[in-house]
T-cell receptor, first 116, second 111 residues
Framework: KAGVTQTPRYLIKTRGQQVTLSCSPISGHRSVSWYQQTPGQGLQFLFEYFSETQRNKGNFPGRFSGRQFSNSRSEMNVSTLELGDSALYLC???????????????FGPGTRLTVL | TQLLEQSPQFLSIQEGENLTVYCNSSSVFSSLQWYRQEPGEGPVLLVTVVTGGEVKKLKRLTFQFGDARKDSSLHITAAQPGDTGLYLCAGTQGGSEKLVFGKGTKLTVNP
């Protein structure tokens, strides 16, 4: 079974631009979560989608948005990029959507975004 | 304020030594997970603990969940260079599936 794939792997943008990152979950997984990883803050939860609906959201400004398609693939968008948005953006998929159940998240390799 | 505090932040040891990494919180977690991340890759799940006092062993790695489910530890016996990486603890609370991560412990095992 193929793992979680993320594209592109590396991206360089300038301040003020916008960017779209893509994530393809493991086949059969319907839940996709996004995380931002920086040296200073570590891994921080952005949002989680299940069946095209956002179920959980972290404490990030509205410039960060996402969506999920009917095939479970997900995209996240960051508008009006700031220098502080430079980070590794990780996507994780999981097969068990039910709250209260311990489940396993499988992470992709991430997209390294650099904002100049 | 970080919900999960990991210590030490950095650890550099010689091959064959033992080490313990800690993950502490003032909050209760319904589950605690440990991940290992290598440069250029995403975190890979090592273990999940859900019961207070639970101990799990994975070859040379021993994981423990505190009795009050507020803390956890990872002990590595006879560390090897292949154990080098960033070790992350992450927890879930209540009925949420959202993972809260510690900042990680960067382990370097020198040959």
């Amino acid at each position: 079974k193929a793992g979680v794939t993320q594209t592109p792997r590396y991206l360089i943008k300038t301040r003020g631009q916008q960017v779209t990152l893509s994530c393809s979950p493991i086949s059969g997984h319907r839940s996709v979560s996004w995380y931002q990883q920086t040296p200073g803050q570590g891994l921080q939860f952005l949002f989680e989608y299940f069946s095209e609906t956002q179920r959980n959201k972290g404490n990030f400004p509205g410039r960060f948005s996402g969506r999920q398609f009917s095939n479970s693939r997900s995209e996240m968008n960051v508008s009006t990029l700031e220098l502080g948005d430079s980070a590794l953006y990780l996507c994780a998929s999981s097969s068990l959507p039910t709250s209260g159940t311990v489940y396993t998240q499988y992470f992709g390799p991430g997209t390294r975004l650099t904002v100049l | 304020t970080q919900l999960l505090e990991q210590s030490p932040q950095f650890l550099s040891i010689q091959e064959g030594e033992n080490l313990t990494v800690y993950c502490n919180s003032s909050s209760v977690f319904s589950s605690l997970q440990w991940y290992r991340q290598e440069p250029g890759e995403g975190p890979v799940l090592l273990v999940t603990v859900v019961t207070g006092g639970e101990v799990k062993k994975l070859k040379r790695l021993t994981f423990q969940f505190g009795d009050a489910r507020k803390d956890s530890s990872l002990h590595i016996t006879a560390a090897q260079p292949g154990d080098t990486g960033l070790y992350l603890c992450a927890g879930t609370q209540g009925g949420s599936e959202k993972l809260v991560f510690g900042k990680g412990t960067k382990l370097t095992v020198n040959p």
